[in-house]
């Protein structure tokens, strides 16, 4: 995508990094655990019509900051909160996957109303067993040369800053309030929304995509053959933006 423009706003003590691109609506896309804004730049190779997209790096993510070092995702839809305040944005529609589903969890729970309709991939209501063992295991002093190399192309603080995203990601696997979406809870979701998620997802298994589609009243479940963790990459990716544009544009609802 091009055309972006990039600035930083203090807010809630870090400076959070956001693009914005295109006039319209505003869509908001949220990254993965340890990723950031640009990887959308995989998905989106072109900024969709008649959307104004809002691109942040999450806190301690790419280029924004997290000194506090306080981390939870309650925390993280706070942040966007504030953002989106900032930026005059009142209602809006998002894309999240992984940490940015989760994100959009809280994001439409606490504030129902300003979620227009959402995509979630490879999103969770809980931490499964699988998704926990890989976050016990994971250490900074245990990752490759290449996830090294991987990170600090995004991350632009230092390694430092690197080190303390695998210790969050580690400390999450002890989190059992942050991320814990009863089907009550997510029975209070207004916004319609779409369910993505690979049917060979490591680290959280298929049926919480189903727990997540059987509860939030409005919902709709792509379930991808044989995809992974985060199944939008590669030659699916053209599919993906179709399908979630057309979803977002309301034609589904009419259905």
């Known amino acids: 995508m091009t055309n972006s423009k990039g600035a930083t706003e203090s807010i809630n003590g870090i400076e959070m990094y956001y693009e914005t691109r295109g006039e319209?609506?505003?869509?908001?896309?949220?990254?993965?655990?340890?990723?950031v804004g640009a990887t959308w730049d995989l998905i989106f190779k072109e900024t969709p019509?008649?959307?104004?997209l809002i691109i942040p790096d999450m806190r301690g993510h790419g280029r924004?900051?997290?000194?506090?070092?306080?981390?939870?995702?309650r925390q993280l839809a706070l942040d966007l909160f504030e953002l989106l305040d900032k930026l005059k944005?009142?209602?809006?529609?998002?894309?999240?996957?992984s940490l940015g589903a989760k994100t959009l969890l809280h994001v439409a729970t606490q504030q129902p109303n300003r979620v227009a309709a959402m995509v979630l991939?490879?999103?969770t209501p809980y931490f499964p067993a699988p998704a926990r063992a890989a976050m016990r295991a994971l250490d900074p002093?245990?990752?490759t040369e290449q996830e090294w190399n991987q990170m600090r192309q995004w991350h632009v603080h230092?390694?430092?800053q690197i080190r303390q995203l695998w210790r969050h990601m580690n400390a999450l696997s002890e989190s059992y309030d942050d991320v814990n979406f009863t089907p009550p809870y997510l029975s209070t979701i207004a916004a319609p929304t779409l369910i993505i998620h690979g049917d060979r997802d490591p680290l959280y298994p298929v049926n919480a995509a189903m727990e997540m589609y059987s509860a939030i009243p409005s919902s709709?479940?792509?379930v991808v053959p044989n995809g992974g963790h985060g199944p939008i990459f590669g030659d699916i990716a053209p599919r993906f933006v179709e399908t979630a544009l057309s979803f977002l544009g309301g034609a589904w609802a009419k259905q």
């Not at 019509?49 to 104004?52: C, F, M």
């Open 158 to 160: 230092g390694d430092d």
């Open 24 to 35: 319209g609506e505003p869509l908001v896309l949220i990254h993965g655990g340890g990723g």
């Open 89 to 97: 944005v009142d209602r809006f529609k998002a894309i999240g996957m």
């Open 121 to 123: 991939v490879s999103g």
């Open 220 to 222: 709709f479940l792509w």
């Open 49 to 52: 019509d008649g959307y104004r």
């Open 141 to 143: 002093d245990n990752r």
């Open 64 to 73: 924004s900051t997290n000194p506090s070092n306080e981390f939870s995702f």
